[in-house]
């Protein structure tokens, strides 16, 4: 059996006679440690997605319960986007830019990394993604698992993260991070606001932002 989470948008469009959104990746398309992983994700009721790669623009393929309770987004806004909607004005573009690496490498990353909700209150993000490769080898999935972290707890992280790497680049996004924790400690931002910042970054950089 697959993981507990069910793509909540599934039984809606079976009800209006259309083929409902990918969800979890079926065991033959998965390794058998990496289908492991995620029977292990999914029933210990982690708020993650899983996004295609393969697909223009990484779009977000499975989400799990807890996610749409975490982001306050619903499966519509969800399934078939690519998650730059988390981002804001306060997110780092450095944390951005480590996530858009390690998708471009297939490799795993951890970042601590300030999103923002569907209302536009910011929450820290305890962002662990990974690739999903099937036998062969090859990458066709990546698994982004969040949790929400106090802002105590993120600066704990960042500074750990900044000793442990001892460059400079750790520690502008320590510095960075702890400016926007400043920024955004009393007051959200709004919808519109929000969603300007990364797209004006992606516009810049040409490339999709991919996990933020």
């Known amino acids: 059996a697959g993981p507990a989470a069910v793509s909540p948008s599934a039984s809606a469009a079976a009800a209006a006679g259309s083929t409902p959104?990918?969800?979890?990746p079926p065991p033959q398309r998965l390794s058998g440690a990496d289908y492991s992983l995620m029977q292990s994700v999914g029933l210990a009721?982690?708020?993650?997605?899983?996004?295609?790669?393969?697909a223009e623009d990484n779009p977000i393929v499975f989400a799990s319960r807890?996610?749409?309770?975490?982001?306050g987004y619903a499966p519509h806004e969800v399934l078939g986007h690519n998650c730059r909607f988390l981002q804001g004005p306060a997110t780092d573009p450095d944390a951005v830019a480590e996530i858009r690496a390690a998708v471009s490498r297939g490799e795993d990353a951890h970042v601590v990394v300030l999103n923002y909700r569907k209302d536009g209150s910011p929450f820290w993000n305890d962002l662990?993604?990974?690739?999903?490769?099937d036998p062969d080898g090859?990458?066709?999935?990546?698994?982004?698992?969040?949790?929400?972290?106090?802002?105590?707890?993120?600066?704990?992280?960042l500074a750990l993260k900044a000793?442990?790497?001892n460059d400079e680049r750790s520690r502008k996004l320590l510095h960075a991070s702890q400016r926007a924790m400043s920024a955004t400690?009393?007051?959200?931002?709004?919808?519109?606001?929000?969603?300007?910042?990364?797209r004006a970054a992606e516009e810049a950089s040409g490339a999709p932002l991919g996990f933020e």
């Not at 959104?21 to 979890?24: A, E, G, L, M, Y």
């Open 163 to 165: 000793r442990a790497s």
């Open 185 to 198: 400690a009393v007051r959200p931002m709004g919808a519109d606001a929000k969603h300007a910042a990364p």
């Open 138 to 157: 090859n990458v066709v999935h990546f698994v982004g698992v969040q949790a929400n972290v106090s802002e105590e707890r993120a600066r704990q992280l």
């Open 66 to 71: 807890g996610f749409f309770d975490l982001s």
């Open 45 to 54: 009721k982690q708020h993650f997605i899983i996004t295609d790669p393969l």
């Open 128 to 133: 662990f993604i990974a690739p999903l490769r």
């Open 21 to 24: 959104p990918p969800t979890v």
